[in-house]
C-alpha cells in the first residue's frame, strides 16, 4: 500500500497547517489511517488516529488542538493543526491499517505498529 502525503511546511507558533494522506488505489478496502511523528533525537511519538467507523483518538499532547478527518475520497485523511507550538516541530508520518480498534482510550494495535507508512513530511513551527 502506498500512502501519499502532502501538507505540511513552516508556521509561527499559534498558526495552522494541514497535513494530508492517501491511498489511492484502494477504492474497496477501507484502512484505520493515522499520524505518528518523529522529532530529532527523540523517539516516535503517536499523534491521532481514524478508525474505519471514524472513531478518532489523539495524544495528550495535542488534544483539542489537532484535528484528524477522513476526507471525501475513500482512505483519505487529513490532520488540521491549530495553534501549533514550537514542540509541534517534526517529521509527521502517515500511518494506515486494514483492522484496528479504537476504545479504551488506546489505538489497538499501536499505530507505531501499523503496516503501512508513509515517506513522511516535515512541520516546523517557530516562536
Not at 9 to 17: P, V
Not at 50 to 73: E, L, N, P, Q, W
Request: hydrophobic share 30%.
Amino acid at each position: 500500500v502506498h500512502l501519499v502525503e502532502s501538507g505540511g511546511g513552516s508556521a509561527q507558533a499559534g498558526g495552522s497547517l494541514r497535513v494530508s494522506c492517501a491511498a489511492p488505489g484502494f477504492t474497496y478496502t477501507k484502512f484505520c489511517m493515522g499520524w505518528f511523528r518523529q522529532a530529532p533525537g527523540e523517539e516516535r511519538e503517536e499523534v491521532a488516529g481514524i478508525d474505519t467507523d471514524g472513531k478518532t483518538k489523539y495524544a495528550d499532547s495535542v488534544k483539542g488542538r489537532f484535528t484528524i478527518s477522513k476526507g471525501s475520497a475513500e482512505n483519505t485523511v487529513h490532520l488540521q493543526m491549530n495553534s501549533l507550538k514550537p514542540e509541534d516541530t517534526a517529521m509527521y508520518y502517515c500511518a494506515a491499517d486494514r483492522v484496528c480498534l479504537i476504545a479504551d482510550g488506546r489505538i489497538h494495535p499501536n499505530l507505531l505498529d501499523w503496516n503501512y507508512r508513509g515517506q513522511g513530511t516535515q512541520v516546523t513551527v517557530s516562536s
